[in-house]
């Protein structure tokens, strides 16, 4: 079942950004990104305070996932109704790409898309961005699957137990509706400084997109070190250092959808958003949750099967392998970071490269017509 709504929710992130792309011009496109990339980290938290909310109202946590497919029908129905699909590289000043030897749109079916899937492969800022998204994303991925498990340990060992057994800390109900409302505010406020800060800076740095990447990584790593190195000492760190560490996370979300649709042609930013979708999931989100519960169920010995009843050494147990684990956050979003700086190097050739291989005729901003050269891909050359 969660596999079927995977392939509507990867169907959907592959193929909206390219749509904004096509609609909005580079100079407007990046904020109309950032509104669309907001949906990613708010909606991902509200999940967690409604899906807690209906859970505990109705005591049972199935209802949380019953009402999931009532959104899904909303937002279908707009799209069917209110969408329209623009031409591919319209925003561009372009016409649709009508070469052969690079049609993704299935003419000469297989050998079509493996050209395609060469030449994204080929493009050094492609490469490098997706490889530092993928780092990022399993920062993302881990802390959203266990950062309400920490709170609750690290509040249990600061404020310990009951004397029948339980934790005086946070419930896992509570931890959710707070790490949630969080993720929420940090999501937003992520998504909206990075884009705006890659805008602007981007007027005097091309390089700006891929260096606001790097030095969010950069510098949430050590707030989410601090986070978990000081939790059990002095409980509001979490809430310190967390806001801090996610919102600087979260810088990176527009400006890196941002770097994929000017270094790849219109004609293959679909293909491009695909590939880079499967490998931050594969990389990242998909496998770290799994990761860091079997790194902190080998520290602690095996699986603890009571979270709410438990002795104070267990619980000290718990949490301590827990944090060891998680102490593989900060060191990738170092390795997302360095990543992201690489591509930096590369980001201006790759998009004037791209250029170069758009159809012959593009619009300059006076109106009058510039031809810029097509690269045939198949034999290497530049022809004009």
Request: glycine share 10%; net charge neutral; proline share 4%.
């Amino acid at each position: 079942m969660r596999s079927l709504v995977g392939i509507g929710e990867a169907s959907y992130g592959t193929i909206a950004p390219t749509i904004i792309a096509d609609m909005f011009p580079k100079k407007t496109r990046l904020r109309m990104l950032s509104i669309f990339y907001l949906a990613t980290p708010s909606g991902g938290a509200l999940g967690y305070m409604i899906g807690s909310t209906i859970a505990r109202s109705l005591n049972c946590w199935k209802w949380a996932l019953r009402v999931t497919p009532g959104f899904g029908v909303i937002c279908a129905l707009l799209s069917i109704f209110l969408i329209e699909d623009p031409t591919r590289g319209e925003s561009d000043a372009n016409e649709a790409f009508k070469d052969e030897t690079t049609n993704v749109r299935g003419e000469i079916g297989i050998r079509a898309l493996i050209n395609d899937i060469r030449h994204i492969f080929r493009c050094k800022s492609f490469l490098w961005s997706t490889l530092g998204f993928s780092a990022m994303t399993f920062v993302i991925g881990a802390l959203a699957q266990w950062g309400p498990a920490y709170i609750v340990w690290a509040s249990g060992v600061v404020k310990g137990v009951s004397a029948n057994g339980k934790s005086l800390g946070y419930t896992q109900e509570e931890a959710s509706l707070g790490f949630g409302g969080l993720a929420v505010a940090t999501g937003i406020t992520g998504v909206i400084v990075g884009s705006e800060w890659a805008k602007r800076w981007g007027k005097t740095n091309p390089q700006a997109d891929a260096l606001v990447c790097a030095i969010g990584g950069l510098t949430c790593a050590p707030f989410v070190f601090f986070l978990l190195v000081f939790a059990d000492i002095y409980l509001p760190a979490i809430w310190i250092f967390g806001v801090i560490g996610e919102t600087l996370l979260m810088l990176l979300w527009a400006p890196v959808s941002a770097i994929l649709l000017y270094v790849i042609v219109p004609e293959k930013r679909a293909l491009a958003e695909a590939i880079q979708i499967l490998f931050i999931h594969l990389l990242g989100d998909a496998f770290s949750p799994f990761i860091i519960g079997k790194m902190a169920d080998t520290l602690r010995g095996g699986r603890v099967p009571n979270r709410e009843l438990t002795t104070t050494g267990q619980m000290r147990k718990e949490y301590t392998a827990l944090q060891y684990s998680l102490y593989m956050c900060p060191f990738l979003a170092v390795v997302g970071a360095a990543c992201f700086f690489v591509c930096s190097f590369y980001l201006q050739k790759d998009g004037e490269a791209a250029i170069r291989q758009r159809p012959v005729q593009v619009l300059t901003e006076s109106g009058s017509a510039d031809t810029s050269p097509l690269v045939r891909e198949n034999e290497g050359e530049i022809s004009t």
